[in-house]
């Protein structure tokens, strides 16, 4: 079975997931999200759990608009991804991102076009392997969560640790046919962002250390200079 067509050029060092609730309401989220891709965000995935498919799709459609501006301002293309809506995936064409508990993976691979990436959270090592060992196309990023424990989302696994972290990042890049590239997402902030760089991990995923900053191009930035001072451009380490 072929793989997708995934972006070779997506920048995964920092993936930002929108918190409506963070940000001071729906309607302040596009404002953040452009600041943020201005600062160096590489990625940005749509979440929102309280409302309907319609209103999510609006919302959705909204921060895209925002990204392309903003992408068109620093001449870099940023993928965005919707959390759980493959309805909202299908009809907007953007990428889409699930959880163990969302619709399920293989469903949602088989259901958009190959030209669209689709995330997967894995909090374990047995996950992994379940979603590497199927008869499916393996998902082109994880989000390898929690690395620490949050207040951002309660419903996590016991908290992995940037040593749990790297020993998954390292078995997704071994993945058959090409590596699934692995962010790790919980508790992470640009105090402890250097950790990371330092295992296999493609990048970091934040929700409250950019939605909830006064300056989100500032707060990018800062997390995005923590990380290359550990780790400038290049490869992670093997």
Known sequence: ????????????????????????????????????????????????????????????????????????????????????RLAVARELGVHLHVGQRDVPYARARAELPAELMVGLSIESDAQLATALGGPWIPPDVIGVSPVWATPTKTDTADALGPDGADRIARAAHTAPGRPVRAVGIGGVHSGNVGALAETALDGVCVVSAIMAAADPRAAAADLLTAWDRVRPAGPPPR
């Not at 997708?4 to 409506?20: H, I, K, M, N, S």
């Not at 749509?46 to 903003?70: M, N």
Request: aromatic share 6%; glycine share 12%.
């Open 1 to 84: 079975m072929s793989s997708p067509a995934a972006d070779p050029g997506v920048d995964w060092r920092l993936y930002l997931v929108t918190d409506p609730r963070l940000g001071g309401g729906p309607d302040a989220v596009p404002g953040i999200v452009y600041q943020a891709v201005l600062g160096g965000v590489g990625v940005v995935q749509v979440r929102d759990k309280e409302c309907d498919d319609d209103e999510f799709a609006a919302r959705a459609a909204a921060v895209t608009g925002a990204v392309r501006r903003a992408s068109a301002e620093v001449g870099r293309h940023v993928p965005v991804f919707v959390n759980d």
